[in-house]
């Protein structure tokens, strides 16, 4: 068990450019999320994906942002023409659970990418 | 929309001593899911104690209790004997039982000295 890994841990970008983050889930977690974090406040969901399949997206979620989980493995988080308001840090969690329903599931986080748009 | 209120931005306690950071949270749900999170300076969030809206019976985990009043919609933490290692934020949260989010508080900052 390596944990949640989160790649990369910092990105620095220009506004209006897109930026790719990596998250590579605890082995044979089936359910995975996307929060944002901004100084001073606790995290905010993004999305959620059980297995391949992305069961719910936050209002927060933009179209400029979109997020993938191709084969219910890793998952990506795509940012098209930033903007300096999703500086922020992108944390994502991942949990294994075999029933229907999520429970009170422990929920496992990465150390996050730090996103800074300039 | 659940919203969960942590009214204690920093909060500092001797090494050895009992602090509690508080918590409140607005619903309309019977039933949900209460959590406590930290965050330590890695970043990484790690889950402290949950408890089941549906028990009466508070939770515990070592060092870390929780004082739940439902109808006061409270869920306090209490870390008894706090060690340096325990200096961190702290998150309150809240999950539906039909829903995959959770909804965070702004955190406390917990200082422990020596």
């Known amino acids: 068990d390596t944990g949640v890994s989160q790649d990369p841990r910092h990105k620095i970008t220009k506004r209006g450019q897109n930026v790719t983050f990596r998250c590579d889930p605890i082995?044979?977690?089936?359910?995975l999320y996307w929060y944002r974090q901004t100084l001073g406040q606790g995290p905010e969901f993004l999305t959620y994906?059980?297995?391949?399949?992305?069961?719910?997206k936050s209002r927060l979620l933009s179209d400029r942002f979109s997020a993938e989980r191709p084969k219910g493995s890793f998952s990506t988080l795509e940012i098209q023409r930033t903007e300096q308001g999703d500086s922020a840090m992108y944390l994502c969690?991942?949990?294994?659970?075999?029933?229907?329903?999520?429970?009170?599931?422990?929920?496992?986080f990465g150390s996050g990418t730090q996103l800074s748009v300039l | 929309a659940q919203t969960v209120t942590q009214s204690q931005p920093e909060m500092s306690v001797q090494e050895a001593e009992t602090v509690t950071l508080s918590c409140t949270y607005d619903?309309?749900?019977?039933?949900?899911?209460l959590f406590w999170y930290k965050q330590p300076p890695s970043r990484q969030m790690i889950l402290v104690i949950r408890?089941?809206?549906?028990?009466?019976q508070n939770a515990t985990e070592n060092r870390f209790s929780v004082n739940f009043q439902k109808a006061a919609k409270s869920f306090s933490l209490k870390i008894s004997d706090s060690q340096l290692g325990d200096a961190a934020m702290y998150f309150c949260?809240?999950?539906?039982?039909?829903?995959?989010?959770?909804?965070f508080g702004k955190g406390t900052s917990l200082l422990v000295t020596p």
């Open positions: 969690a991942s949990s294994r659970n075999v029933g229907v329903t999520v429970h009170n599931e422990k929920l496992f």
């Open positions: 082995s044979e977690h089936n359910r």
């Open positions: 994906f059980q297995n391949e399949a992305q069961l719910e």
């Open positions: 619903t309309s749900e019977s039933d949900y899911y």
């Open positions: 408890q089941e809206a549906y028990k009466q």
């Open positions: 949260a809240y999950r539906r039982v039909s829903g995959y989010a959770l909804n």
